[in-house]
T-cell receptor, first 113, second 113 residues
Framework: DAGVTQSPTHLIKTRGQQVTLRCSPKSGHDTVSWYQQALGQGPQFIFQYYEEEERQRGNFPDRFSGHQFPNYSSELNVNALLLGDSALYLC????????????FGPGTRLLVL | AQKITQTQPGMFVQEKEAVTLDCTYDTSDPSYGLFWYKQPSSGEMIFLIYQGSYDQQNATEGRYSLNFQKARKSANLVISASQLGDSAMYFCAMRDTGNQFYFGTGTSLTVIP
């Protein structure tokens, strides 16, 4: 049973550029959440997707956007990158009917220069 | 506002001993879930244990148990018989009624041989 997968594992961008991160949920999961984890901090909730719609959003600017596809996979897009966007981006999947267990992927480490 | 507090930035424990990692939370939601995750240096968040706010008994998963004291709004993680592989960051998290997750700042656990 495949767990949550994310790509790429590492990414280096420069300020002002745009980036797209990808996530495939655990088999059978229909809900995907994205988190940003800065160095030495806990994960911060960005947003959650269910049925291809953004259902919840944390305190992140509109530069952060996402998408969920019919197969439940998801993308996180960040426009106009800032140095402060450098972080580990974690994707997590869960079941709408059973949110008590949320499984995380290995993350994408983004470095903005 | 939702809030998770982990007051122990770092903890040390002797191998084979038990250790308690503290977590307090603040919420006005009547229904919520409490989680503990382990994050090794590789970055992946590993689900350890879950406690629902209406669960009467404390959750246990192998060597992990959650000491849930609802009136005190605390959800401490107890790891019994510590192993060298338990050395990692540990995060307490809460899921609110809107399925949004909030994480603490983490506790770094080091197991000493």
């Amino acid at each position: 049973d495949a767990g949550v997968t994310q790509s790429p594992t590492h990414l280096i961008k420069t300020r002002g550029q745009q980036v797209t991160l990808r996530c495939s949920p655990k088999s059978g999961h229909d809900t995907v959440s994205w988190y940003q984890q800065a160095l030495g901090q806990g994960p911060q909730f960005i947003f959650q997707y269910y049925e291809e719609e953004e259902r919840q959003r944390g305190n992140f600017p509109d530069r952060f956007s996402g998408h969920q596809f019919p197969n439940y996979s998801s993308e996180l897009n960040v426009n106009a990158l800032l140095l402060g966007d450098s972080a580990l981006y974690l994707c997590a999947s869960s079941l709408e009917t059973g949110p008590e267990t949320q499984y995380f992927g290995p993350g994408t480490r983004l470095l903005v220069l | 506002a939702q809030k998770i507090t982990q007051t122990q930035p770092g903890m040390f424990v002797q191998e084979k001993e038990a250790v308690t990692l503290d977590c307090t939370y603040d919420t006005s939601d009547p229904s919520y879930g409490l989680f503990w995750y382990k994050q090794p240096s590789s970055g992946e968040m590993i689900f350890l244990i879950y406690q629902g706010s209406y669960d009467q008994q404390n959750a246990t998963e192998g060597r992990y148990s959650l000491n849930f004291q609802k009136a005190r709004k605390s959800a401490n993680l107890v790891i019994s018989a510590s192993q060298l592989g338990d050395s990692a960051m540990y995060f307490c998290a809460m899921r609110d009624t809107g399925n949004q997750f909030y994480f603490g700042t983490g506790t770094s656990l080091t197991v000493i041989p």
